[in-house]
């Protein structure tokens, strides 16, 4: 039962965040009352959140986004693959707004160097698009958060709301069909929405292993964006959902 346990515990915290259906496929042998019964001594022992659908990691701390460093590591493979399907829509002399995050991060390592028109309040995007001679680079400002390595706050949203440009790349915690995109602060949330509203396309980068999950801030629905890239692995219902809603899937 412990070493069970363990294996529980380490799993949820390597992935941030894990749905019951997620739990059955990783312990096949295992009953759902077992596990059930796992979460809730793991929950009670403070080991991990339970939740409602499944259980997160309490790295995961309430009011803030999980660390940037750990959110690098999970995932790799699906970060790089959204990374260069969002890297071949980026065209020469064009405008962009480029989200904090781990996959937006992943997408600023792999701009060629052109010329760019770039605004980003991520100072681990700042730190990659440094390396590209033709690109001008320009950060908002704002009050530094710990957690994501990235600018937020009045300041930085006074800067984006005097601005436009051609694309937005967002980044988001997770979606859920009930709540739509959401993160960890509102803060940041406040300032996805005034960069949306500043750009002619909105794109969403999230790999699959965020949906079914919500967070306290709202961003937007999806009525509110016009491309989610991914990893090829969303459930069927949520590509329902985007062809209803005119949402184009990467």
């Known amino acids: 039962m412990e070493e069970r346990r363990e294996a ?11 749905t019951f259906a997620q ?11 077992t596990l059930r019964t796992d979460l809730k001594a793991l929950d009670q022992s403070h080991r991990i959140v339970r939740v409602h659908g499944g259980a997160r990691s309490v790295e ?21 693959l959204i990374a260069q399907k969002a890297a071949r829509l980026v065209r020469p002399d064009s405008s962009f707004f480029l989200d904090s995050g781990s996959t ?11 010329r760019y028109l770039i605004f980003t309040n991520s100072l681990s995007c700042a730190s990659e698009l440094a ?35 051609d694309l ?17 602060m509102e803060e940041e949330a406040r300032l996805k929405r005034a960069a949306m509203a500043r750009a ?19 961003i937007c629905g999806l009525d509110e964006i016009d491309l989610l890239i991914s990893d090829g ?18």
């Open 8 to 18: 529980i515990v380490e799993l949820i915290n390597r992935k941030g965040s894990v």
């Open 233 to 250: 692995e969303l459930p069927p219902d949520l590509l329902d959902a985007c062809r209803e809603h005119g949402v184009e899937v990467l």
């Open 23 to 33: 739990l059955k496929a990783a312990f096949p042998n295992v009953s759902d009352m």
């Open 60 to 80: 995961l701390v309430v009011g803030t986004d999980d660390l940037l460093g750990r959110r690098v590591v999970r995932n790799p493979a699906a970060k790089e």
């Open 200 to 218: 002619e396309r909105v794109i969403v980068l999230m790999d699959s292993s965020k949906v079914g999950f919500r967070r306290t801030f709202s």
């Open 168 to 184: 937005c790349f967002l980044g988001v915690t997770n979606y859920h069909p009930d709540a739509g995109f959401s993160c960890g």
């Open 104 to 114: 937006t991060t992943a997408l600023a390592h792999l701009l060629p160097d052109e």
């Open 131 to 165: 390396r590209l001679e033709r690109a001008q680079v320009s950060l908002p400002g704002g009050v530094l958060n710990r957690y994501s390595m990235s600018l937020c706050g009045s300041r930085s949203i006074d800067v984006l709301r005097q601005l436009s440009f």
